[in-house]
């Protein structure tokens, strides 16, 4: 019940096109998902996060969809560039005694084609 | 990277030896946490602290050890009872209470020889 599903596992995505990546949980404590990114030998670094009360967040060229009945959520990437080719990973927190700890999904490697 | 400092960059641990990676930060955070990153696995969490001289195991404790004497310092020790070591491991930091502010170090790429 912990855990947060992550696809695909690797997306190859033309420069200018929209990169999508899917998470899916069961845990529905959670009530906190952030976006890392990680490029190759550095830590993941947050990129966007959103609660469950929106459905929707956008920062630039990246939107969060968020579907609370289906207990998904997606990164959505507009007009990918080559520097975001990285490893895009979601998480899920929930409160209580849980409070601080992130459960991380699998991970996916995006490349951006120039 | 952002406050923490994650030592060494590489290291090679031969059979049967125990190693220790260290985490050193200066954002006053109160938390700190280590995970495990392998390829197709995500980040999977060892042990976390919230307080000094407090801590507890994570998803994957078993073969790994840690220490908080200090605010600043989380040091990780792989013992000679974890059976696959090998790994990238990412130390992290934020404010008691919270998930907002999660910053991760650079992380040490861990290898048995």
């Known amino acids: 019940q912990q855990q947060v599903k992550q696809s695909p596992q690797s997306l190859i995505v033309q420069k200018g096109g929209i990169s999508i990546i899917n998470c899916a949980y069961e845990n529905t404590a959670f009530d906190y998902f952030p976006w890392y990114q990680q490029f190759p030998g550095k830590g993941p670094a947050l990129l966007i996060a959103?609660?469950?009360?929106?459905s929707e967040k956008k920062e630039g060229r990246f939107t969060i969809s968020f579907n609370k009945s289906a207990k998904q959520f997606s990164l959505h990437i507009m007009d990918s560039q080559p520097g975001d080719s990285a490893t895009y990973f979601c998480a899920a927190s929930a409160g209580g005694t849980s409070y601080g700890k992130l459960t991380f999904g699998q991970g996916t490697i995006l490349t951006v084609h120039p | 990277d952002g406050g923490i400092t994650q030592s060494p960059k590489y290291l090679f641990r031969k059979e049967g030896q125990n190693v220790t990676l260290s985490c050193e930060q200066n954002l006053n955070h109160d938390a700190m946490y280590w995970y495990r990153q392998d390829p197709g696995q995500g980040l999977r969490l060892i042990y976390y602290s919230q307080i000094v001289n407090d801590f507890q195991k994570g998803d994957i404790a078993e073969g790994y050890s840690v220490s908080r004497e200090k605010k600043e310092s989380f040091p990780l020790t792989v013992t000679s009872a974890q059976k696959n070591p090998t790994a990238f491991y990412l130390c992290a930091t934020t404010r008691t209470g919270t998930v907002y502010g999660y910053t991760f170090g650079s992380g040490t790429r861990l290898t048995v020889v």
């Open positions: 959103i609660r469950p009360d929106v």
